[in-house]
């Protein structure tokens, strides 16, 4: 009679070697960090990969991810984009740290992205009350909707970091600094 070892009906064993994804919630791939839903990043600044302490920045933060062609469907109409948007996204919380001056800078180009929108919405009124020539009128309100529109556009730049895609619950991250993701090499979450 053969012994539990030599079982010809067990399963075969897993062998960790041959899993193509390392353990763990975070994984450098090339120049993406590779990510499962909750995973807690060292504390290092992921743009200056100098080390965080008091008076960091941390912070558990949801990415969004849609495939690109979603936005084709704003040909077809844009509540529709928007539903199939919120149907086909994929979410990931992630928290991470980032140094002052790094924050500091993103936090800059917040406002100011911020201050490009509100003054381009207030020059719209402000000519839509107070411009009594036709052409004048146009003029303004195409100036303060390229300003709004510039204004969305550095908002949403402003975070360097963003999901480029998502595969079998992994969600690949750009926009982290070469030496932070060299850094990760030797500390797989």
Request: proline content about 7%; aromatic content about 8%; hydrophobic content about 45%.
């Amino acid at each position: 009679m053969p012994s539990e070892a030599e079982n010809p009906y067990a399963p075969p064993d897993l062998v960790d070697e041959l899993s193509p994804v390392p353990a763990g919630d975070y994984w450098r791939q090339g120049e993406f960090l590779v990510v499962r839903d909750g995973a807690v990043l060292p504390d290092v600044c992921l743009l200056s990969n100098e080390p965080t302490g008091v008076g960091s920045w941390r912070k558990r933060k949801r990415f969004i991810w849609v495939p690109q062609w979603i936005y084709l469907l704003i040909l077809v109409h844009v509540f529709v984009m928007l539903l199939v948007h919120v149907f086909v996204q994929k979410k990931v919380r992630l928290t991470y740290s980032m140094s002052r001056r790094t924050r500091r800078r993103i936090l800059g180009r917040q406002l100011g992205a911020t201050t490009l929108v509100l003054t381009g919405v207030a020059g719209i009124f402000a000519a839509l009350m107070n411009v009594p020539d036709p052409d004048l009128l146009v003029a303004a309100a195409v100036v303060c909707s390229v300003m709004v529109v510039a204004g969305l556009l550095v908002a949403m730049r402003a975070n360097p970091l963003r999901v480029k895609r998502h595969e079998n619950g992994w969600f690949y991250l750009k926009g982290c600094s070469p030496e932070f993701l060299d850094g990760l090499d030797g500390r797989l979450g």
